[in-house]
């Protein structure tokens, strides 16, 4: 099974070759609403994921579905302008082979975002949330199976998966460019369905702040073939139950894009500062 993963893998990433020598130092992954970013960035090359042989492609509103090559700043990065989620159906070697491609391209930081509800009361929507830690509820661990050796060791190490010393840089970041930054840890459900009332109260007892249905399983693929990972999550609304207002899609959208120049600044300064005197 897991060399099937990795022989699909290596096809994937012969046939980026076929398209682009390019080589990341990073890799950036845009979730909703977010994918404006990559407006900013000096654009060397673009792969449409339907162009990579046995790719997964996003099928939700909002995820553009390509890969864009180019700087941030100096900085060489790849960006995924939009992910693929459990919920569309993927296995979830699928769902995580975006992550493992871009490390085999090159990036050694996982810079990860998201939209997200707030589960943390102080919270409140359009807020910045850096990931410190997370939690995966009902998602498949993405290393179930027979190891890939050639990625990662058998049982890593998960007690620091989000990376110190890139959050500090992100957290002085905030705080010369004047942008609020709250801190928590981001939980994954696995979705499409939003949270129940119920299944929010448990979060928030789990120690939660904030909810999705992304990135902690892209966050372990990473930790595992030696990515220093890092994330950002925007708060776009208040999870169920906490307001009396239905959720929505749109509305997890509207507000993704009213915080997204805030969003490309913090971010921009940040990838920037990664690599400060490298």
Known sequence: MMEQVYDKLQKCLQSVRAKTDFVPK?????????????????????????????????????????????YVGEVPVVCMKGRVHYYE????????????????????????????GGVNKEFQAGDFMLITDQISCFAPNPLIGT?????????????????????????????????????????????PSFESPAEIKMIRTLGGDAVGMSTAVEAIAGRHAGMRVCGISCICNPAAGMTENPLSHKEVQEAADKAAPLFKKLMTASVTGFYMGM
Do not use: C, W
Not at 26 to 45: E, H, N, P, Q
Not at 156 to 179: F, V
């Open 26 to 70: 990073a890799a950036i992954v845009l979730g909703s609403g977010l994918g404006d970013y990559a407006d900013d960035i000096k654009v060397v090359d673009e792969i449409d994921y339907k162009e990579i042989a046995g790719f997964p492609v996003s099928t939700v509103p909002g995820h553009a579905g390509r890969f864009i090559f180019g």
């Open 89 to 116: 159906g993927y296995p979830i070697t699928d769902v995580v082979l975006p992550i493992r491609l871009m490390k085999l391209m090159g990036a050694g930081i996982l810079f990860l975002t998201n939209a997200s």
């Open 147 to 191: 190891n890939i050796d050639e990625l990662g060791t058998r049982f890593p190490d998960m007690s620091e998966i989000y990376d110190k010393e890139l959050l500090e840089i992100i957290r002085n970041t905030a705080r010369e460019e004047g942008i609020s930054l709250k801190e928590g840890v981001y939980v994954q459900l696995t979705g």
